[in-house]
T-cell receptor, first 113, second 114 residues
Framework: AQSVSQHNHHVILSEAASLELGCNYS??????LFWYVQYPGQHLQLLLK??????LVKGIKGFEAEFIKSKFSFNLRKPSVQWSDTAEYFC???????????FGPGTRLSVLP | DAGVIQSPRHEVTEMGQEVTLRCKPI?????LFWYRQTMMRGLELLIY????????DSGMPEDRFSAKMPNASFSTLKIQPSEPRDSAVYFC????????????FGQGTRLTVV
């Protein structure tokens, strides 16, 4: 069965610090990969997605992620975080023949002003 | 399209009562998912449908939970009888394999069972 792990449960950063959130998945076939963000009290919204092509994917709000197939990883990065990035971040995977989205446990990001 | 629409947004009910949560997916999407989110357990997939047919309900916690999708534009998640430990935010999401989209989430229903 597919599974997704996220390296950190809670990350605390100061504004302007760089961010990297780890995500690893276990699945032997071809996958589609996603990062979602959930702001406090809101629903999950898509940050970025990878289906094929360039493994470096750029998303909204300055976020990017890199798919490294050999490492089964899809880490999320942002060079300089803002207080408004405080939220929970979820990595998700689905096999590209189907749509049973599997989400990681989430990483809570707190950005200190 | 208005996105995935869930109702009600908030529900407070007494233990033992029946609760029905509703979801209208995005038109044309052939997958529908029900998730439950709590502080303790995070985001859990309860069940998902493809073309109105339940594909995987292994995440449904127990027989008190049931889900239906009578047509492509409507799904319900029912809890009968409800218990305090069912208190959570329930999200519905939909997606389309044909156009290979991400899952689009509704605003969620915050359920409180007292």
């Amino acid at each position: 069965a597919q599974s997704v792990s996220q390296h950190n449960h809670h990350v605390i950063l100061s504004e302007a610090a760089s961010l990297e959130l780890g995500c690893n998945y276990s699945y032997g076939g071809t996958v589609n990969l996603f990062w979602y963000v959930q702001y406090p009290g809101q629903h999950l919204q898509l940050l970025l997605k990878y289906f094929s092509g360039d493994p470096l994917v750029k998303g909204i709000k300055g976020f990017e992620a890199e798919f490294i197939k050999s490492k089964f990883s899809f880490n999320l990065r942002k060079p300089s975080v803002q207080w408004s990035d405080t939220a929970e971040y979820f990595c998700a995977v689905t096999p590209n023949y189907g749509q049973n989205f599997v989400f990681g446990p989430g990483t809570r990001l707190s950005v200190l002003p | 399209d208005a996105g995935v629409i869930q109702s009600p947004r908030h529900e407070v009910t007494e233990m033992g009562q029946e609760v029905t949560l509703r979801c209208k997916p995005i038109s044309g999407h052939d997958y529908l998912f029900w998730y439950r989110q709590t502080m303790m357990r995070g985001l859990e997939l309860l069940i998902y449908f493809n073309n109105n047919v339940p594909i995987d309900d292994s995440g449904m916690p127990e027989d008190r939970f049931s889900a239906k999708m009578p047509n492509a534009s409507f799904s319900t998640l029912k809890i009968q009888p409800s218990e305090p430990r069912d208190s959570a935010v329930y999200f519905c999401a939909s997606s389309s394999l044909a156009v290979n989209t991400e899952a689009f989430f509704g605003q969620g229903t915050r359920l409180t069972v007292v």
